[in-house]
């Protein structure tokens, strides 16, 4: 099985991939290779949908920490939303995502970004 990768329109800082199917040795590349050109911007958020990814490998694992990496060098962060129940085992054994960046559903992530955002202009508002 391939892995098919979208890429929804970036709002408001945040840049949303929804992940179907397999994310292993065969396909991370591509997962890379499609997430490089978002790295580069100054996102604050990616948020990865993997409500219909179906496996992730070590090779996944990376892929996703190498994204937290690029991203965090700017403060920006990597959020998880909506893991099968198989996916989330692997973050839990590996801890490769901290457990305050993994959300149930979209909505529960968009409800922390708005919060992030709203604590943001508020400190910009105090200055």
């Known amino acids: 099985m391939s892995l098919d990768i979208k890429i929804l329109p970036p709002a408001n800082g945040s840049q949303r991939v929804v992940l179907a199917g397999r994310l292993d040795t065969h396909t991370f590349e591509d997962l890379d290779e499609h997430l490089e050109p978002l790295l580069d911007r100054n996102l ?21 920490f190498k994204a937290r990496k690029a991203l965090g060098a700017h403060g920006g962060k990597v959020l998880v939303v909506n893991p099968q129940a198989q996916i989330q085992k692997v973050f839990d054994v590996v801890k490769a995502v901290p457990m305050h960046e993994i959300f149930a559903s979209t909505a529960e992530a968009d409800a922390y970004l708005d ?3 709203r604590k943001v202009l508020q400190a910009g508002e105090e200055e």
Do not use: F, K, N, T
Not at 44 to 64: F, H, K, N
């Open 44 to 64: 604050q958020s990616l948020v990865l949908d993997l409500a219909a990814l179906e496996y992730i490998s070590s090779a996944g694992i990376r892929s996703i």
């Open 115 to 117: 919060a992030m955002q």
